[in-house]
DNA sequence: CGCGCAACCTGTCTGC
DNA sequence: TGCAGACAGGTTGCGC
């Protein structure tokens, strides 16, 4: 579920809240979110050190700790991250794991389906190649251009969507916002990312970057478990011009939608105005 | 190396 | 109504 702009809106929140602070407790209800750790060795690391900065690589959230190790956390499908200044409120279902601060506040982590994670980066010589050999250029950041996309593409011949969602070459874009930036950049998912003209890599980068941003003015796409830091649905999802509209008219050219299956996703597309040429 | 696909989990929806 | 099977927004690891 929560892609790039759903992970931003998380990171701005906790920015302004937990930076500064240091974590006092871990406490861990299901020992799965942090596997093939254990709770018992990662509270250890982690208490007592104060979190200098919350920072985000694609869809990674991380705390830097002081001492240059970082804490991640990675939601996958359906996982939360929710603070709260004394814990009160109603109760995440799901609940995993909590971090307790030193004021009080409190970060539980909740995940219906258990694929999210918590764990350590260490600050090491190594810290650099983690993170690069996971995530490559970051969408919304200058090194980010139609050109280095062209780069990033040649020679490969798997459909534009899968390469797309490969966060090895750009960082952050997932099922929904990869659907949205191809209709509107007007190509069709299964074109062969490496046959793309300049001026479709132009539209392309120009889409990716707009529908990222939309999703950060919005909030992020509350499609279904998704809620920011403080509880609240984003609007997203009521922007959205072709997924999960399958057999609806396309707002641009009325065409009706059509689902497919693109590297093992669903996937939506419009016939009309994403034509597949051969 | 590039690519497709199964696996990791639980909940929900569809079709018989 | 009950139940089997497909599917759900992500990532990793394996086989070809």
């Keep these: 579920m929560p892609e790039l702009p759903e992970v931003e809106t998380i990171r701005r929140q906790l920015e302004e809240r937990i930076t500064g602070r240091t974590i006092t407790r871990l406490r861990v209800w299901d020992p799965m979110v942090v596997s093939p750790d254990s ?11 104060r ?89 919304l950041e200058p090194g980010f251009t139609a050109s280095r996309l062209g780069t990033l593409f040649a020679g490969r011949r798997a459909p534009v969507k899968a390469a797309l969602l490969d966060q090895r070459m750009v960082a952050g874009v997932g099922n929904i916002y990869a659907d949205e930036a191809l209709h509107q950049a007007r190509i069709h998912p299964l074109r062969p990312a490496g046959d793309l003209g300049p001026d479709e890599l132009r539209r392309l980068h120009r889409a990716v970057r707009d529908r990222l941003r939309a999703g950060i003015d919005s909030g992020g796409a509350s499609i279904d478990r998704y809620r920011d830091a403080t509880g609240r649905r984003g609007s997203m999802q009521d922007l959205l011009a072709v997924h999960l509209h ?27 105005c994403q034509p597949l040429p051969r």
Aim: net charge positive; charged share 30%; with cysteine.
């Design 39 to 49: 709770a018992r060795r990662l509270a250890r690391r982690i208490t007592g050190r």
């Design 51 to 139: 979190i200098e900065r919350v920072s985000r690589r694609g869809k990674y959230l991380r705390l830097e700790l002081e001492g240059g190790d970082t804490l991640a956390v990675h939601l996958r499908m359906t996982g939360r991250l929710h603070w709260s200044d004394d814990g009160a409120g109603p109760l995440e279902p799901y609940q995993r794991a909590r971090i307790e601060l030193d004021d009080g506040s409190r970060l539980e982590m909740s995940d219906m389906r258990r694929f999210g994670r918590i764990w350590l980066v260490p600050g090491d010589r190594a810290a650099a190649a983690y993170w690069d050999a996971r995530t490559g250029v970051e969408p």
């Design 246 to 272: 399958a057999g609806e008219p396309c707002p641009r050219c009325g065409t009706t939608i059509e689902k497919i299956r693109v590297a093992q996703r669903g996937t939506y597309v419009c016939p009309g």
